[in-house]
């Protein structure tokens, strides 16, 4: 069964820094393509970044040069690290397979002063 476990949400300050956690099993981790996405209140769930099985990454132009993802295929996990994080940046933060059909409970991420 796919599971997907993400942690290292918490309230942050805005031009603060996180990372965020995500441990993966169930499947074939080092050939699978991840991805983080966000959900906050009222919008619609929108991808954040996507890293391949070969290391090639995407963003999304609001995140890009503040956020990096990473993988560690032998532990099984994705991480993402944001910094300079703004208020824009709240949001319900999930991790996937790219071309998979689960998604994990979701890590909070709320950044206020």
């Known amino acids: 069964q796919v599971q997907l476990v993400e942690s290292g949400g918490r309230l942050v300050q805005p031009g603060g820094s996180l990372r965020l956690s995500c441990a993966a099993s169930?499947?074939?981790?080092?050939?699978?393509?991840m991805g983080w996405y966000r959900q906050a209140p009222g919008k619609e769930r929108e991808l954040v970044a996507t890293?391949?099985?070969?290391?090639?990454?995407y963003y999304r132009d609001s995140v890009k040069g503040r956020f990096t993802i990473s993988r560690d295929n032998a532990k099984n996990t994705v991480f993402l690290q944001m910094n300079s994080v703004k208020p824009e940046d709240t949001a319900v933060y999930y991790c996937?397979?790219?071309?998979?059909?689960?998604w994990g409970q979701g890590t909070q991420v709320t950044v206020s002063s």
């Open positions: 996937t397979q790219v071309h998979g059909n689960y």
């Open positions: 169930g499947f074939t981790f080092s050939s699978s393509a």
């Open positions: 890293i391949s099985s070969r290391g090639s990454t």
